[in-house]
């Protein structure tokens, strides 16, 4: 059972903001690369298409998901919860 302490405590953090964000793949380019970027240019991604993206929060890989569209946006289904590391 929880406290009124650490109920209190914890309706605190509730209102915190973080950053989300989902990350589709990354790349390494040469400056020279990046300046012949044009609109139209396809860079290459270290993934697969239609693979797992990464959801991150504040910059640490909370889970795993799927790009989904929903009317005329993007969203994310979560298929993966990953267990917090524990720093040391």
């Given at each position: 059972?929880?406290?009124?302490?650490?109920?209190k405590n914890?309706d605190?953090?509730?209102?915190?903001?973080?950053?989300?964000?989902?990350?589709l793949g990354?790349?390494e380019?040469?400056?020279?690369d990046?300046?012949?970027l044009?609109?139209?240019s396809?860079?290459?991604?270290?993934?697969?298409?239609?693979?797992?993206?990464d959801?991150?929060v504040?910059?640490?890989?909370?889970?795993?998901?799927?790009i989904?569209?929903?009317?005329?946006n993007?969203?994310?289904r979560?298929?993966?919860?990953?267990?917090?590391?524990?720093?040391t």
């Open positions: 059972m929880t406290s009124p302490t650490a109920t914890i605190l953090l509730l209102g915190v903001p973080v950053k989300l964000t989902v990350e990354k790349a380019l040469l400056i020279r990046v300046l012949k044009s609109q139209g396809v860079v290459e991604l270290d993934r697969l298409a239609g693979g797992p993206v959801l991150l504040n910059e640490r890989l909370v889970a795993r998901g799927e989904i569209a929903i009317d005329d993007f969203g994310i979560v298929s993966e919860i990953l267990s917090p590391a524990i720093p």
